[in-house]
Nanobody
């Protein structure tokens, strides 16, 4: 059974940084395309970035491009989301999930997700 567990959320000041983790069990992360999502209170879930299986191509939504970075530690079977220069619009629950299918080259072109983690809360406040 595939299980993804997010961690690393917390309270950070505006302009600060956080690194979130997405640890996998029951699956080799390198063999799956994985995405990060966020959902703020009262807003729809936003699909913000992804990394493809095997070759590890990375794709970023415009809203986080240049600010967030995804990386993968194959030995630890863990993905990381490094968030820099956090802004008041960034607070949300952040989730990772498997991307089961996507169109074309970009794994952002997908609506087929599975194996959601429980999420980790990110709060930005001074």
């Amino acid at each position: 059974q595939v299980q993804l567990v997010e961690s690393g959320g917390g309270l950070v000041q505006p302009g600060g940084s956080l690194r979130l983790s997405c640890a996998a069990s029951g699956v080799n992360l390198n063999e799956h395309t994985i995405g990060w999502f966020r959902q703020a209170p009262g807003k729809e879930r936003e699909y913000i970035l992804c990394i493809t299986k095997n070759d590890g191509r990375k794709y970023y939504a415009d809203s986080v491009k240049g600010q967030f970075t995804i990386s993968r530690d194959i030995a630890k079977n863990t993905l990381y989301l490094k968030m820099n220069s956090l802004k008041p619009e960034d607070p949300a629950i952040y989730y990772c999930a498997r991307i089961r299918y996507y169109f074309g080259d970009s794994c952002l072109d997908s609506s087929d997700f599975g194996s959601w983690g429980q999420g980790t809360q990110v709060t930005v406040a001074s």
